[in-house]
């Protein structure tokens, strides 16, 4: 369904920064990647995203398509990113029928909630393979094109630079989280996988960095993910910025990682949570004090500093 721009992208972003560019997208039949890929569309690009359903990756991509008329969007499903071999022939098919890759996001993920007494090694490696092998496979396939790309248009010279890569990490492995072993190990190997990338690929004129998005509202990942708030609770409270994140603040950050703006940022990763994992790790789940916004102070605890009256500073 046609949705307005304003629900997926900010309107800072100049009509036709990515005309001509081509962006494959793992994952991108799922809420977080394809608000990304409907941004860059909107934008000027054409897109190729892949993902298991058939039926639901053909049909995202021809609802991304209604982001800009005359948009190309090829959806390929039946694509497992644990093959290295069914995402090499999804890279070979964008090629054949876009021309190029010039951006990759590597953003296809599993997830559930186990403790480790019932995670099988199985279902371990399940997350590990899917996440972390997933997104090298991603990036292994598109890397030759990107590398290509990038001569072709390189930072610093092009207007819009081409050769980037995106890998959608998470911010659960910071300070652990229970029921997340699987997701923790595999996300802090997407980090570093990406850090890889950049130190042996930017030379070849490649930037590579991270979002780690936070809990985003309407996401596959929130509903399997996150309890249910209770009627007249605001859960979000604890997350400095009061509030869950937006598809479109991902799909914000991801414009500006690809575009000319970003040329300088490589091996980085940028955290689009509100300050969520500041506050909401294990154990410093500490919401913040009201008292504090009507000017009040600490009262009623031992161990408290005596204020001098009238002293502010
Ligand atoms: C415990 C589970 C399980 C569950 C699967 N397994 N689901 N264990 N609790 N809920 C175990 C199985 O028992 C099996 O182990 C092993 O994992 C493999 O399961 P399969 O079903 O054979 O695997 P597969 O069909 O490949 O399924 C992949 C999956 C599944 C990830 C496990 O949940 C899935 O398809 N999910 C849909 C995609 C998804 O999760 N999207 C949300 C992404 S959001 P045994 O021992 O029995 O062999 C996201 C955000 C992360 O990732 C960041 C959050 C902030």
Excluded at 13 to 18: A, L, T, Y
Aim: glycine share 12%; charged share 20%.
């Amino acid at each position: 369904m046609p949705q307005d721009p304003s629900e997926y992208v900010s309107k800072i972003f100049k009509d036709g920064i990515f005309k001509d560019k081509v962006v494959f997208c793992t994952g991108g039949n799922g809420s977080i990647c394809s608000g990304q890929v409907r941004a860059l569309v909107h934008l000027g690009a054409n897109a190729c995203i892949v993902g298991r359903n058939v039926e639901k990756t053909e049909g995202m991509a021809k609802d991304i398509a209604t982001a800009r008329e005359g948009a190309k969007v090829i959806g390929i499903g039946a694509c497992d990113v644990r093959s290295m071999e069914s995402v090499q022939k999804a890279v070979d098919t964008c090629v054949k029928e876009l021309g190029r890759i010039d951006f990759c996001i590597a953003g296809a993920a599993g997830n559930f909630l186990a403790p480790m007494s019932q995670l099988s090694s199985n279902a371990f490696k399940t997350v590990i393979d899917i996440d972390l092998i997933g997104s090298y496979n991603c990036a292994k396939a598109c890397l030759p094109e990107l590398v290509k790309a990038a001569k072709e248009h390189p930072t610093g010279e092009s207007t819009v630079p081409s050769g980037r890569i995106i890998f959608i990490s998470a911010t659960l492995h910071y300070g652990g989280t229970v029921l997340q072993t699987h997701a923790v190990a595999a996300k802090a190997g997407v980090d570093a996988l990406s850090s890889q990338v950049c130190i042996e690929y930017g030379p070849l004129g490649i930037t590579s960095n991270v979002i780690s998005p936070g809990p985003i509202g309407g996401t596959e990942g929130m509903d399997r993910l996150a309890k249910k708030a209770k009627e007249g609770t605001n859960p979000w409270k604890v997350i400095p910025s009061g509030r869950m994140g937006k598809v479109k603040d991902i799909a914000d950050a991801t414009v500006y990682l690809f575009s000319d703006a970003a040329n300088y940022v490589n091996g980085e990763v940028l955290v689009v949570d509100g300050g969520a994992w500041r506050t909401t790790s294990t154990g410093r789940d500490f919401p913040y004090p009201d008292f504090l916004l009507e000017g009040g102070s600490v009262e009623g605890v031992g161990g408290m500093k005596k204020q001098k009256s009238g002293s502010k500073l």
